[in-house]
């Protein structure tokens, strides 16, 4: 069964940085395009940023553009998200989520992480 | 980048449908046909529904099914179960500089 296990999360102050990470098993790590969502305490879904199958083509939510990196390692099945100069309207449970299509870029995100909440507070 | 627009929440009773509109603009949901539906139990991960407009992933009960018309989208859950209570999304690419966007996000309660 595919699997996603995101970690990383915590709490972090204003301004600070904070690397997340997402585990994958059970599937062609290095055949598929990831995502990444979040969600606010209480509120709708927020398309983050993906990266492409190979690692060469990221795209980011206006939101985080400039502030967040998404990168990934197929040797260790690994995508992470680093976050910088966080505000605390970054304050969300963070999913990372896999593309159905895998190098298709359609946004379809068939599994999910349980996911990892981050509180930016001082 | 503005959220697709969904209302707040939508009730039927048990084994009624209802239909959760998700409106955009040409820029997104009316002019292109890559708009999914999420499902979302509290404290859960949301689960994919349905795809490419009107497809549905395997095991996703046919009870739920997607169209579109113009710049909405929507989804219909037939023969509403208690297990149906859950939010709703919906999603789609846009040519705004924000790559996909999601709806508000509907709440949909069985009487």
């Known amino acids: 069964q595919v699997q996603l296990v995101e970690s990383g999360g915590g709490v972090v102050q204003p301004g600070r940085s904070l690397r997340l990470s997402c585990a994958a098993s059970?599937?062609?790590?290095?055949?598929?395009?990831l995502h990444w969502v979040r969600q606010a305490p209480g509120k709708g879904l927020e398309w983050v940023a993906l990266i492409s199958y190979d690692g060469k083509n990221n795209y980011y939510a206006d939101s985080v553009k400039g502030r967040f990196t998404v990168s990934r390692d197929n040797s260790k099945n690994t995508l992470f998200l680093q976050m910088s100069s966080l505000r605390p309207e970054d304050t969300a449970v963070y999913y990372c989520?896999?593309?159905?299509?895998?190098?298709?870029?359609?946004?379809?995100?068939?599994?999910w992480g349980q996911g990892t909440l981050v509180t930016v507070s001082s | 980048q503005s959220a697709l627009t969904q209302p707040a929440s939508v009730s039927g009773s048990p084994g009624q449908s209802i239909t959760i509109p998700c409106t955009g603009t040409?820029?997104?949901?009316?002019?292109?046909?890559?708009v999914s539906w999420y499902q979302q139990h509290p404290g859960k991960a949301p689960k994919l529904i349905i795809y490419?407009?009107?497809k549905r992933p395997s095991g996703v009960s046919n009870r739920f099914s997607g169209s579109k018309s113009v710049n909405t989208a929507s989804l219909t859950i037939s023969g509403l179960q208690s297990e149906d209570e859950a939010d709703y999304f919906c999603k789609s690419y846009t040519t705004n500089s924000t790559l996909y966007v999601f709806g508000t996000g509907t709440r949909v309660t069985v009487l």
């Open positions: 059970e599937f062609i790590f290095s055949n598929y395009a």
């Open positions: 490419d407009v009107t």
């Open positions: 040409s820029r997104d949901v009316g002019g292109y046909n890559q």
């Open positions: 989520a896999r593309e159905m299509y895998g190098g298709l870029l359609r946004g379809y995100l068939d599994y």
